[in-house]
């Protein structure tokens, strides 16, 4: 139902519910139970029909403060109350404290003679005394077909049946009427649903390829929404839980918050930050790529930051993913012992694809995680087709993002090529796919990385060479040489081939270097020599000024001697004009 | 005792024996109901009839014990437990059809 339905609804008196306490059920039938009216809970032998209605009551008792009278047709009270001991329900208990009251109802029709007219007025006192006595607001009255059993009129039976339906809607009690499956299409064996017409459920026990599957369907829902699917359901230790698997609706909230996948390469692929909160990321590859590493290392991250992880495991044990984890330098057992990482481990066989999913549900409702892992999913499809496997995944995927759950699934592809299609089907829903596959050449395996696709996300389009050492996982470029790309040890090969080259590169470099040096300073030499031959000439030239010079001083002193001596003062006079 | 409770109808002999052990009888009713009045006064002729000063009737209303309901298993109504002689044996219904109580009561049936 959608909010503006329930709000166009809340304003019409809607048909008021009693909750049953019952984990999921009350979702499937939007609150629980038509109040102070019957409901019929048919099934087969041994599907459950005892048990919810129980759990029903003793839900009622405890947690709503509603009281309630079981009235058992087969089962002793002493019988039941053992019955329900495993599941942690004291009835002996509540039976001192009020809150509930067993009443064994007892037919032998060896017993008894029929002297002609009679009517059921006794259970009527005895049931109208119950539900005084303690006030119930809950009753249950399992199997009423047993009456049918013991005594022989039909007619005053169904005569008087209706008349118990009429009491038990006037005394205002939320009834469960429990019913063997009968024959062919009938709900019950003598016909239950005829009276109630209410609210009708269906429990239903399916085995099929030798895993026992409950499953519950709400027939009918007078007055009211109600799921219509086949809901599995599940039997421990805590009671029944129902799972509501399909929510129809896709309006979940999502954020924009990244989270590190632990290798900070992977992250720097991922537009450098990770995956986004609450995605869904599938690893697939062939059998020993590593993907387990990846998901181990997801472990390790999520819980080095304080966040709860949840790991799924369908194919190691714990222990055993702990100890090889060890050998990369993944130290989980650390996390495990402080209560942040909870180990999961179930055969997939164990039981049906819907049982481990609502066993999945179950935990994690109970842990609340931040992130979860199924390590792998592969395994699932050992107990259900791939379709099968699909739609549970569907629905897993749908739960964890409204919860905010990160969820990393890991799966291996038996054949590259189909893999690479179908993987379980589920590749079109997850958020991120990240494939590991071997990259085989010159006689060794590598492993090569590579992102399919990243929703809402920058990401890297390299293959990337993915190497598992002692130190841990990390991401290296590879390298595309002229035939092609190249890994492992062609990648190293390559690099040195790549250092020779530089090597002699570099010794070429400094020879030129050595040989203009040289050059130069053959040059500058000479240079220098035609500097000291410039200067030599020059002086020579400067020489011959200035013994040209010395020679017209002295011609022209003795000519002035000369003409002193022929003129007297002339000359002298000359000589001084002309300076 | 037992073969005269389970097979009364072919043990004619044995009414002798019983007629001395004196019935208890316990009629359980609701109020004044119909059904609960053709009980009381079908048990009462048959008894006057065939068990003459040789039983002890107890009428119980179960409107005013309803504890009682529970105790003694009681479902239909009116209910006629025999306590005595011989095993318990109970009969519902309002006791119209007289070969079926006396059967239930262990007395031969004439036929």
């Given amino acids: ?579 | 005792m037992s073969e005269q409770d389970q097979s009364p109808l072919y043990n004619n002999h044995l009414i002798n024996e019983s007629e001395q052990h004196v019935f208890k009888l316990r009629l359980f009713i609701t109020g004044a109901s119909p059904n609960s009045s053709r009980a009381i006064s079908n048990l009462k002729d048959i008894c006057e009839t065939h068990l003459r000063d040789n039983y002890d009737l107890e009428i119980i209303d179960v409107y005013q014990q309803p504890l009682i309901a529970e105790k003694e298993q009681i479902i239909a109504l009116p209910l006629l437990i025999k306590k005595a002689p011989g095993v318990e044996r109970r009969l519902i219904g309002d006791m119209s059809d007289t070969s079926k109580v006396l059967r239930g009561l262990g007395l031969h049936t004439e036929n």
């Fill in chain 1, 1 to 579: 139902m959608t909010k503006s339905q329930k709000k166009q609804q809340l304003n019409i008196k809607m048909l008021p519910k009693t909750p049953t306490g019952i984990s999921g059920l009350d979702e499937i039938t939007d609150g629980g139970l038509p109040m102070g009216r019957p409901t019929l809970i048919c099934g087969e032998a041994g599907c459950g029909k005892t048990l919810m209605s129980l759990e029903f009551i003793v839900r009622g008792a405890t947690t709503y403060n509603e009281p309630g009278v079981f009235m058992a047709f087969e089962e002793k009270a002493e019988e039941l109350a053992m019955n329900v001991a495993s599941l942690g329900f004291d009835l002996q208990k509540l039976q001192e404290q009020n809150k509930v009251r067993l009443d064994h109802v007892h037919i032998d029709r060896s017993e008894i003679e029929e002297t002609g007219e009679y009517d059921l007025e006794g259970l009527f006192i005895r049931l109208g005394y119950a539900i005084d006595s303690i006030g119930a607001k809950r009753v249950v009255l399992d199997t009423l077909e047993n009456l049918f059993s013991g005594l022989s009129n039909q007619t005053i039976l169904r005569a008087e049946l209706r008349r118990l339906f009429g009491f038990l809607k006037d005394k205002g009690v939320t009834a469960i009427i429990t019913g063997e499956r009968g024959e062919g299409t009938s709900l019950t064996r003598q016909g239950l649903e005829e009276y109630v017409s209410d609210c009708v459920i269906l429990l239903d026990h399916r085995v099929i390829n030798q895993i026992s599957t409950r499953r519950l369907r709400v027939v009918k829902y007078r007055g009211s929404q109600h799921g219509t699917n086949e809901y599995p359901f599940l039997i421990d230790e805590d009671g029944i839980s129902v799972l509501p698997v399909t929510s129809l609706r896709l309006e979940k909230d999502v954020s924009s918050e990244r989270i590190p996948s632990g290798i900070p390469a992977l992250d720097e692929m991922l537009g450098g930050h990770g995956f986004f909160k609450g995605s869904s990321v599938l690893v697939s590859g062939t059998a020993g790529t590593g993907k387990t590493s990846i998901a181990a290392y997801f472990a390790n991250e999520t819980c080095s930051q304080k966040k709860k992880c949840m790991y799924f495991a369908f194919e190691e044990s714990p222990n055993q993913i702990i100890r090889n984890m060890q050998s990369i330098n993944v130290n989980l057992k650390q996390y495990v012992d402080n209560g942040l990482l909870k180990f999961h481990a179930s055969r997939p066989t164990l039981y049906g694809l819907e049982m481990h999913l609502v066993s999945i549900y179950k935990l994690i409702k109970q842990f609340r995680p931040d992130a979860v892992i199924l390590d792998p999913i592969t395994n699932l499809i050992t107990v259900g087709s791939v379709s099968e496997v699909k739609s549970m995944l569907v629905r897993l995927i749908d739960f964890l993002q409204e919860e905010q759950i990160t969820v990393m699934f890991t799966a291996l592809s038996l054949n590259t090529i189909v893999s690479e299609q179908t993987d379980e089907g589920v590749s079109s829903l997850v958020d991120a796919w990240l494939l590991v596959r071997d990259i085989e050449a010159n006689g060794e395996r590598n492993r090569g990385m590579y992102i399919m696709k990243s929703r809402g996300m920058k990401h890297s389009n390299q293959v990337r060479e993915f190497i598992i050492t002692d130190k841990g996982l990390d991401l290296v470029d590879v390298y595309l040489g002229p035939e092609g790309v190249l890994t492992g040890s062609a990648r190293e090969a390559q690099k040195l081939k790549e250092k020779t080259g530089v090597a002699l590169r570099d010794f070429a470099l400094s020879r030129k270097d050595k040989e203009i040096m040289r050059k130069r300073k053959m040059l500058e030499a000479k240079i220098s020599n035609l500097q000291a031959e410039f200067e030599s000439t020059e002086e020579e030239l400067n020489k011959i000024y200035i013994e040209e010079d010395l020679k017209q001083q002295i011609i022209e002193k003795n000519r002035d001697e000369i003409t002193k001596m022929r003129r007297g003062f002339e000359p002298e006079t000359k000589i001084r004009r002309k300076k």
